[in-house]
């Protein structure tokens, strides 16, 4: 899988979108770009994810650049329960194949 | 959407014991189930990688005698946990996939004391 590289972590003020930076210069043509998150003390929970075409569910955006280098993940109105890590990930969409995590952004989001 | 369960969620048990720990896809056929491990302040980290119905492929540097998997079906897949000892102590999380995706469970906080 590809290396992503993140900024280790963010703030973002309440009711403010958050826009997440995602660097993944090496990305192959059949590998998408997954979008997870982690609130403390649970499981990785799935956010959106996309190949090439920009993104969006009632979570979140996704915006991929046309080179596919690069994406950012959008949180268009940031609440205090968006606090969490977020991971970038990239991978080809194989059911065998597992998510290689890397450290993620820590989003704190601020009252 | 799609379920994963795991069981129990938290465990304290005294070093030298074993604990053993479920995965469950609760609407789908898991293929592949995953088992990550994760340290306090840590990513998750890939234990190793299970197919129903053969052996578990394991990571290097992750002991496959002391970190016992068994997928015996589709929808289970469990981790034993032997001989656990304090720096075993960790969140464990399990992930599922097969149409129509791949899921992860909510975790399992593993303490030993």
């Known amino acids: 899988d590809a290396k992503t590289t993140q900024p280790p972590s963010m703030d973002c003020a309440e009711g403010r979108a958050a826009n997440l930076p995602c660097n993944h210069s090496t990305i192959s043509g059949n590998e998408y770009v997954y979008w997870y998150r982690q609130i403390h003390s649970q499981g990785p929970q799935y956010i959106i994810h996309g190949l090439k075409n920009n993104e969006t569910n009632e979570m979140a955006s996704l915006i991929i650049t046309e080179d596919r280098k690069s994406s950012t993940l959008i949180l268009p109105h940031a609440t205090l329960r968006d606090t969490a890590v977020y991971y970038c990930?990239?991978?080809?969409?194989?059911?065998?194949?597992?998510?290689?995590f890397g450290p993620g952004t820590r989003l704190s989001v601020l009252p | 959407g799609a379920v994963v369960s795991q069981h129990p969620s938290r465990v304290i048990c005294k070093s030298g014991t074993s604990v053993k720990i479920e995965c469950r896809s609760l609407?789908?056929?898991?293929?592949?189930m995953f088992w990550y491990r994760q340290f306090p302040k840590q990513s998750l980290m890939l234990m190793a990688t299970?197919?129903?119905?053969?052996?578990?492929?394991?990571e290097q540097g992750v002991e496959k005698d002391k970190f016992l998997i068994n997928h015996a079906s589709l929808t289970l897949s469990t981790l034993t946990v032997t001989s656990a000892h304090p720096e075993d102590s960790s969140f464990y999380i399990c992930s599922a996939s097969g149409p129509p995706g791949i899921y992860f469970g909510p975790g399992t906080r593993l303490t030993v004391t």
């Open positions: 609407d789908f056929q898991a293929t592949t």
């Open positions: 990930i990239v991978r080809a969409d194989n059911y065998g194949q597992n998510f290689v």
């Open positions: 299970s197919n129903e119905g053969s052996k578990a492929t394991y």
